[in-house]
């Protein structure tokens, strides 16, 4: 099992930053791929980006490129997603989650965390 506790949501100004994060437990993550998705109220699960723990390889939705920043921490299984000059429509909840040996952009994944907030108004 894998344990995943996020962080780091709020309220922000559209422009403004905000950095995420996600403390992983349990169990070594360095046969996981590492993703971070987001919903917001009547939509689906959307990909933002993910990382392949071991070898650090990252993907991004055309959403978040340029934008948001995927990162990880080995020495305490902690992943982030810096996100900056954010809209309106980044508005939803994220959720961090890990899937055995490999990456997709289909919510298809082992273990979740249980999310967080993220709200852009000014």
């Known amino acids: 099992q894998v344990q995943l506790v996020e962080s780091g949501g709020g309220l922000v100004q559209p422009g403004g930053s905000l950095r995420l994060s996600c403390a992983a437990s349990?169990?070594?993550?360095?046969?996981?791929?590492m993703t971070w998705f987001r919903q917001a109220p009547g939509k689906e699960r959307a990909f933002v980006a993910g990382v392949l723990w071991s070898r650090g390889y990252t993907d991004y939705a055309d959403s978040a490129q340029g934008r948001f920043t995927i990162s990880k921490d080995n020495a305490t299984s902690t992943l982030y997603l810096q996100m900056s000059s954010l809209k309106p429509e980044d508005a939803a909840v994220y959720y961090c989650?890990?899937?055995?040996?490999?990456?997709?952009?289909?919510?298809?994944?082992?273990?979740w965390g249980q999310g967080t907030q993220v709200t852009v108004s000014s």
């Open positions: 349990g169990r070594s993550l360095s046969n996981y791929g």
């Open positions: 989650a890990a899937r055995r040996g490999s990456l997709t952009r289909a919510p298809q994944y082992d273990f």
